[in-house]
C-alpha cells in the first residue's frame, strides 16, 4: 500500500511560483512513474504533468507546459511540482499519484494511488 501527502499549496497572486511537494511512504516509490493532476470547482479532474520511475522523460499538459516543472527525488520517496508564471486559471485542488507502470501516463485510470489534494489558489 502506498500513502501519498502533498503540501506546498497556498493562495499566490497571479505571476507568483509555487512549489508542491508529494511524500510517498511505500517501498515502490522508485520503481514507478508519478503523475500530477488537478480539478478546479465544477470541473472534471485533469492530468498536468507526469514523470517515469528514473525522471528520464516527462509529460506535460499543453497548459501548463513551459511553467510548471515536475522532477523527483527517489532517495526521499518525493516528488515535486515546480510552478512558475501562476495564472487565475491554475486554481485547483492538485493531486499526485503514482502509477502503475514504469512510464509516464496521461491517463488518470493508469493511476493506482492518490494523494488526498492540496489547494493552490491564484488570485488576479
Known amino acids: 500500500q502506498e500513502q501519498l501527502v502533498e503540501s506546498g499549496g497556498g493562495l499566490v497572486q497571479a505571476g507568483g511560483s509555487l512549489r508542491l511537494s508529494c511524500a510517498a511512504s511505500?517501498?515502490?516509490?522508485?520503481?514507478?512513474?508519478m503523475g500530477w493532476f488537478r480539478q478546479a470547482p465544477g470541473k472534471e479532474r485533469e492530468f498536468v504533468a507526469a514523470?517515469?520511475?528514473?525522471?528520464?522523460?516527462?509529460l506535460y499538459a499543453d497548459s501548463v507546459k513551459g511553467r510548471f516543472t515536475i522532477s523527483r527525488d527517489n532517495a526521499k520517496n518525493t516528488v515535486y511540482l515546480q510552478m512558475n508564471s501562476l495564472k487565475p486559471e491554475d486554481t485547483a485542488v492538485y493531486y499526485c499519484?503514482?502509477?502503475?507502470?514504469?512510464?509516464?501516463?496521461?491517463?488518470?485510470?493508469?493511476?493506482?494511488?492518490w494523494g488526498q489534494g492540496t489547494q493552490v489558489t491564484v488570485s488576479s
Open positions: 511505500g517501498r515502490t516509490f522508485s520503481g514507478h512513474a
Open positions: 499519484a503514482r502509477s502503475y507502470n514504469s512510464a509516464p501516463m496521461r491517463l488518470a485510470g493508469r493511476y493506482a494511488y
Open positions: 514523470i517515469a520511475w528514473n525522471g528520464g522523460s516527462t
